[in-house]
C-alpha cells in the first residue's frame, strides 16, 4: 500500500505555524515511505475565505520547499461529490432531514444545562413521518441533515502518536449536522466534518496527520468511515505548538504566521529545521540540524510525543544564524538586498561587489536577515553622527592627532587595501604617541560612528571605496578638537 497524506489548510488566515508544522510532518511521512503528499484547500467556509490567504498558503508551503505532488483541491469546485455522498446516506437512512429550529435548540441546551447536563442535540426528529415532515415544511422551516450516531457506540483507534484513543458515541453531542440548513427538497451546504471525510476516500488517503485539536472530530469521523463504506485510515495526531508560556500559541503571542517569519528575515531552511523539532526529535537526539530531506530519512511518529511542544524563539535563533552564516556571499547578498532596499538605502546595480563585500562582512553576526538593516546603516547613510560612546572616544587625549595623521596618510592614497591601512594606523600611533588600542577605538568611533560593530579594517576598506571615509574623519575631528 503506497502512502498517502495530505495537508487541508482553510484560506481564512495566512499560513499558520501550526499549519505548516502539521504539513513538515505530512510531508516528512510521506517522503520517508516514498509516497504522495497531496493538498486540498478547505474553502467551504465561504464568509472567511479569501483568494489571497489561498495565495499566501501556497507561497508558504513552496517557500519552505514543502513541495506537494496533486492539487491543490479546491472543496468549493467539489460540491456535487458531497450533495451525492449526502444522497447516498439519506438513502440507506444513515442520515435524516431535522427541522428543529434554533430556538428550540436553545431551549434544549438551557434545559440540559439546568440538570447539569453537557449540550447535544436529543435526537428528537430521528424517526418523523412523512406527515410531520410535510406539517414543518408548511410552517416554512428549512431543515438541516443530520448524521446518525449511535449512543452506544464505543469508537477506538490506534492514534500514531496517542496509542489507543477511545470515545464513546453518548460524547459525541448526539446526531451531527452534516449539511447547513435548506428547503427540503436540496441539499443545504455540506460541513467540514463531512467534506473531509469524503475527500480523503476520495483522495484515497492512508494516513490523516493532523493537529490534537482534531482528536473529537476523528471519533465522529471514523462513524462516517464506517457509513460510506470505507476503509478507516491511521490516524497521527501531533502535539499542539505552545507558547514560550505553555498556552496555545495564538496572535497575541505575537508573530504565527510563515509569511511574518520570512519578513523578519528567519530562512526557510532553517524554520524548516525548526519546525521538524516542534514535537519530533531524531534517532540521535544530539542532532539539531538537518535538512527537511535529511530528516524524512529518519522521520518516524514514535519520536513524536504527545506532550505540547512549546516555541522556543532561542533555539529558532540560533539555528537560522547557523544557516545564515553558511550561505555564501553572494547568495547572501541576493537575500538582503530587499531589506536593504525597504530601508531606504542606496546603490546601484554596479556597487554588487561592493554589497557582496558587506555581506561577506555582516554575515557572521546575522541572527535575522532584518539585522543587516541595522548593521550596515554606518555604511549606506553617509551623515549617520555619532553615538554618546563614540563622541566620548573622539574626546580623548590623542584622539585628535591620531586621527589627523591617518587623514594626511590618505590624502596620498588611490583606493586602500588593508595593508596600507595597517601601515597608516602605526603611522598614527608614533605620529601621536599614543598606544595602538586609542587609534583603534577612535578610528572605530570616527569611522562607524560607534563602539562596537563589524570588524574595522574591512568597515574602513568598504567606506574607502564609496569616499566616505575621510569626510567622517574629518566630522571626527570637529568633535575631538
Ligand atoms: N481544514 C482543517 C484545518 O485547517 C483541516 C483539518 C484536517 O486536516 O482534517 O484545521
Known amino acids: 500500500m503506497s502512502v498517502r497524506v495530505r495537508i487541508a489548510p482553510s484560506p481564512t488566515g495566512n499560513l499558520h505555524i501550526g499549519t505548516a508544522r502539521t504539513a513538515v510532518f505530512n510531508w516528512l511521512f510521506a517522503r520517508h515511505h516514498g509516497g504522495q503528499f497531496i493538498l486540498r484547500i478547505e474553502d467551504t467556509d465561504l464568509e ?12 508558504g508551503l513552496t517557500w519552505l520547499g514543502l513541495n506537494w505532488d496533486e492539487g491543490p483541491f479546491f472543496q468549493t469546485k467539489r460540491m456535487d461529490l458531497y450533495q451525492q455522498a449526502i444522497r447516498t446516506l439519506l438513502d440507506n437512512g444513515l442520515a435524516y432531514r431535522c427541522y428543529t429550529s434554533e430556538a428550540e435548540l436553545d431551549e434544549m441546551r438551557a434545559a440540559q444545562e439546568a440538570r447539569g447536563q453537557a449540550p447535544r442535540y436529543d435526537n428528537r426528529h430521528r424517526h418523523l413521518t412523512p406527515d410531520q415532515e410535510a406539517a414543518f415544511q408548511a410552517e416554512g422551516r428549512l431543515p438541516v441533515i443530520r448524521f446518525k450516531i449511535e449512543d452506544g457506540r464505543e469508537i477506538a483507534w490506534k492514534d500514531m502518536v496517542r496509542g489507543t484513543v477511545s470515545w464513546r458515541g453518548s460524547d459525541l453531542g448526539g446526531d451531527m449536522v452534516i449539511a447547513r440548513r435548506a428547503p427540503a427538497d436540496e441539499i443545504g451546504q455540506p460541513l467540514y466534518n463531512f467534506v473531509v471525510v469524503v475527500d480523503d476516500v476520495d483522495m484515497n488517503i492512508t494516513h490523516v496527520i493532523r493537529g490534537e485539536d482534531h482528536v473529537a472530530n476523528t471519533a465522529k469521523q471514523i462513524l462516517l468511515y ?9 490516524f497521527a495526531h501531533t502535539p499542539l505548538i505552545l507558547s514560550p508560556a505553555g498556552k496555545k500559541l495564538s496572535k497575541r503571542d505575537g508573530v504565527t504566521s510563515i509569511s511574518d517569519f520570512r519578513k523578519m528575515g528567519y530562512v526557510a531552511d532553517a524554520l524548516g529545521n525548526y519546525m521538524t523539532l516542534l514535537g519530533w526529535s531524531p534517532p540521535d537526539s544530539t542532532q539539531e540540524r538537518f535538512t527537511l530531506a535529511e530528516a524524512a530519512e529518519q522521520f518516524s511518529f514514535d519520536r513524536v510525543t504527545k506532550a505540547g511542544a512549546k516555541f522556543d524563539w532561542d533555539k529558532l535563533n540560533w539555528l537560522n ?3 545564515l552564516h553558511d550561505i555564501p556571499a553572494d547568495r547572501l547578498t541576493d537575500l538582503l ?11 546601484d546595480p554596479g556597487d554588487r561587489p561592493w554589497l557582496e563585500q558587506l555581506a561577506a562582512l555582516i554575515g557572521a553576526s546575522l541572527v535575522r536577515l532584518e539585522d543587516a538593516v541595522e548593521m550596515s546603516r554606518y555604511l549606506f547613510i553617509v551623515d549617520v553622527g555619532f553615538s554618546d560612546t563614540a563622541t566620548a572616544q573622539l574626546q580623548q587625549d590623542g584622539t585628535a592627532a591620531a586621527l589627523q595623521s591617518i587623514l594626511d596618510s590618505l590624502a596620498s592614497t588611490q583606493t586602500l587595501t588593508a595593508d596600507e591601512a595597517q601601515t597608516m594606523i602605526k603611522t598614527a600611533v608614533s605620529t601621536a604617541s599614543v598606544k595602538k588600542g586609542l587609534v583603534m577605538r577612535s578610528l572605530r568611533a570616527a569611522l562607524t560612528g560607534d563602539m562596537q560593530g563589524p570588524d574595522l579594517i574591512q568597515s574602513w576598506l568598504l567606506l574607502n571605496q564609496h569616499q566616505i571615509d575621510q569626510r567622517r574623519l574629518q566630522q571626527a575631528l570637529a568633535i575631538a578638537k
Open 48 to 59: 472567511r475565505s479569501r483568494p489571497e490567504f489561498t495565495q499566501n498558503i501556497l507561497d
Open 337 to 347: 538586498i530587499p531589506y536593504w532596499q525597504n530601508a531606504g538605502y542606496e546603490f
Open 226 to 234: 464506517e457509513a460510506l463504506g470505507a476503509a478507516v485510515p491511521e
Open 321 to 323: 544564524s547557523q544557516y
